[in-house]
């Protein structure tokens, strides 16, 4: 056995093991490539949309702390719908706050990560039918997404579900064919 940082188990750090999921299939083996890959951009994404709803709430409490006016407490997410932030988180008691502030963070987490799981499915699908990744297979997933995103917002209208299915298509058509320049 080696004594290098990729062998020795005691030495090596995060990096390290994160170089070593990607060269050995990846943080899943479910048995088939597209559950893999399904289960792998959830959980990815899943840790991106909890740090970004707990970055959304830090940032507020931040603003209420300095004195600046957050009350009305309205926050845009990506479909364009306005959501309460945080409705139950009312000052009562710091459990019904930390409750509060879990759910919230749990239900953004499952939205971006089935969303990614849902991109990555159907562009994994795709290039499997068709034969070829190319940026018609990430337009349809990107339209797909978008509107099954738009879907998931309370007050979803046709209009916004096509405007949501426009812009998923259009930004991962544009990031598939900028992979090939950067």
């Not at 090596?12 to 597209?34: A, M, Q, T, V, W």
């Not at 499915?121 to 990744?133: D, F, I, N, W």
């Amino acid at each position: 056995m080696g004594s290098t940082a990729g062998n020795n188990l005691e030495t090596r750090s995060l990096f390290d093991e994160i170089r070593s999921y990607n060269k050995h299939g990846g943080l899943f083996d479910l048995g088939h490539p597209l559950l893999n890959r399904v289960a792998e951009s959830f959980v990815k994404a899943a840790g991106i949309g909890a740090a970004q709803a707990v970055s959304r709430e830090a940032y507020f409490i931040t603003l209420d702390s300095a004195g600046f006016d957050s009350s009305s407490g309205v926050v845009s997410d990506v479909t364009g719908t306005k959501k309460q932030r945080l409705p139950d988180l009312r000052g009562e008691t710091n459990r019904k706050s930390l409750e509060a502030m879990v759910k919230n963070t749990g239900k953004e987490s499952l939205r971006w990560g089935l969303a990614a799981g849902m991109y990555s499915g159907l562009t994994y699908g795709l290039r499997e039918a068709r034969g070829s990744h190319d940026w018609k297979n990430s337009a349809v997933a990107g339209a797909i997404t978008g509107a099954a995103l738009a879907l998931t917002s309370d007050d979803a209208s046709h209009e916004q579900i096509v405007q949501c299915a426009i812009t998923g298509a259009a930004i991962s058509a544009a990031a598939n064919m900028l992979t090939g320049i950067f």
